[in-house]
C-alpha cells in the first residue's frame, strides 16, 4: 500500500513529484488544472517528463483530479459541452503525468432525477472516452450525497461503467469520508463494504483511495473531511482499510484539511503506525 497525498501543481509537476517524496509519500494526488475552474491548460511536456521519470526512480504512484465544477450529467447543453472538453484535455494530462489515473466527480442530475442523470452521464462518458487510447483510467469516485449527486453506492457505480460502451477505460476510487457520510459503511460494517466490492467486481477495478475522516455524522450526505483520527469516522475504523489484504498495493491519498503540505509528513507517519495496528500511537 502507497500512502501519500494531495500536493499542489502550482510550480510544476516535477516540484510536486520532489514534494511528495520529501514527505514520506508513496503516492501523491495532483489537480490536472485549477479545480475551481474550466480553462485549459498548456501542458509543460519537459517538466512532466522530468517529473515523470523522478517518480519512476523514487517508485512514487501519481494520481491525478478533475476539476470540481465539470457535470457528467447537467442538462445544459453549454456546460456539457465544457464538461467533455475539459475532461478529455485532463485525461491527457494525467497519462502525460504517467497518473494510474483521473479521479472525476460523479454527474448532478440537478433535478431532472435519478434516470436522466444516469442516461446523461453515461452518455457524456461514451462520449469523453470514444477517441481515448491512452493508458490512463477514468476514475469515478463514489460520492457523499449532497443536493443531486449520482454515484452514491458502490452497486451503481458499477452499474454505469458497465452501461457504457468503454468499462475497460474506466475505474473506481473509493473516498472514505463520502461514503461515510453517504451511510455505506462505518467501522462495524467494513468487512461487509469489502464483501459488497467483490461480489459487485467493484475491487479489481479499484484504483486508488481517498482516505479522509470526516467532520460530519454517519448518514450525514455532507462532504466535509477531517485529519484521521480526529472526525466522526475515527483511527479505528480507518485503519482497518490500511491493514486489508484486497486492498494492499493501492495508492492511498490523503485529502485531509491541512494549512500547509508539510503537515501531511506527521499524517503519513501516523498512517504507517496505524497499517502496524498502533491506533494510540
Known amino acids: 500500500?502507497?500512502?501519500?497525498?494531495?500536493?499542489?501543481?502550482?510550480?510544476?509537476?516535477?516540484?510536486?513529484?520532489?514534494?511528495?517524496?520529501?514527505?514520506?509519500?508513496?503516492?501523491?494526488?495532483?489537480?490536472?488544472?485549477?479545480?475551481?475552474?474550466?480553462?485549459?491548460?498548456?501542458l509543460n511536456v519537459e517538466d512532466a517528463e522530468k517529473g515523470v521519470e523522478f517518480c519512476r526512480e523514487h517508485q512514487l504512484k501519481v494520481v491525478a483530479?478533475?476539476?470540481?465544477?465539470?457535470?457528467?450529467?447537467?442538462?445544459?447543453?453549454?456546460?456539457?459541452?465544457?464538461?467533455?472538453?475539459?475532461?478529455?484535455?485532463?485525461?491527457?494530462?494525467?497519462?502525460?503525468?504517467?497518473?494510474?489515473?483521473?479521479?472525476?466527480?460523479?454527474?448532478?442530475?440537478?433535478?431532472?432525477?435519478?434516470?436522466?442523470?444516469?442516461?446523461?452521464?453515461?452518455e457524456t462518458l461514451n462520449e469523453i472516452l470514444a477517441e481515448y487510447e491512452g493508458k490512463t483510467r477514468l476514475l469515478l469516485e463514489n460520492t457523499a450525497g449532497q443536493g443531486t449527486e449520482l454515484g452514491l453506492d458502490i452497486?451503481?457505480?458499477?452499474?454505469?461503467?458497465?452501461?457504457?460502451d468503454y468499462p475497460e477505460k474506466i475505474g473506481f476510487c473509493f473516498d472514505t469520508c463520502h461514503a461515510f457520510a453517504a451511510g455505506s459503511w462505518n467501522g462495524d460494517t467494513f468487512d461487509e463494504l469489502i464483501a459488497l466490492m467483490e461480489e459487485t467486481g467493484y475491487i479489481k477495478d479499484l484504483v486508488a483511495i481517498h482516505f479522509n475522516d470526516s467532520k460530519v455524522p454517519f448518514g450525514s450526505r455532507k462532504d466535509r473531511h477531517e485529519k484521521?483520527?480526529?472526525?466522526?469516522?475515527?483511527?479505528?475504523?480507518?485503519?482497518?482499510?490500511?491493514?486489508?489484504?484486497?486492498?494492499?498495493?493501492?495508492?492511498?491519498?490523503?485529502?485531509?484539511?491541512?494549512?500547509?503540505?508539510?503537515?501531511?509528513?506527521?499524517?503519513i507517519s501516523y498512517l504507517h503506525q496505524l497499517k502496524k495496528g498502533q491506533e494510540s500511537a
Open 1 to 42: 500500500m502507497q500512502l501519500g497525498c494531495h500536493i499542489s501543481v502550482a510550480k510544476g509537476f516535477y516540484k510536486a513529484s520532489r514534494r511528495a517524496w520529501e514527505l514520506g509519500a508513496g503516492s501523491f494526488q495532483v489537480f490536472t488544472k485549477n479545480p475551481r475552474g474550466l480553462r485549459p491548460k498548456k
Open 228 to 267: 484521521i483520527g480526529q472526525g466522526e469516522i475515527g483511527a479505528v475504523a480507518l485503519s482497518k482499510f490500511l491493514r486489508c489484504s484486497q486492498l494492499e498495493g493501492l495508492p492511498v491519498v490523503l485529502e485531509t484539511p491541512v494549512k500547509d503540505e508539510s503537515e501531511y509528513e506527521e499524517e
Open 65 to 122: 483530479h478533475t476539476p470540481y465544477i465539470t457535470n457528467l450529467s447537467t442538462p445544459k447543453e453549454d456546460l456539457h459541452e465544457v464538461t467533455v472538453r475539459s475532461i478529455k484535455e485532463d485525461l491527457h494530462i494525467a497519462e502525460a503525468y504517467g497518473a494510474v489515473g483521473a479521479v472525476v466527480h460523479c454527474g448532478k442530475h440537478v433535478g431532472e432525477g435519478v434516470k436522466y442523470g444516469t442516461r446523461r452521464m453515461v
Open 155 to 164: 452497486k451503481d457505480l458499477v452499474q454505469i461503467r458497465e452501461a457504457t
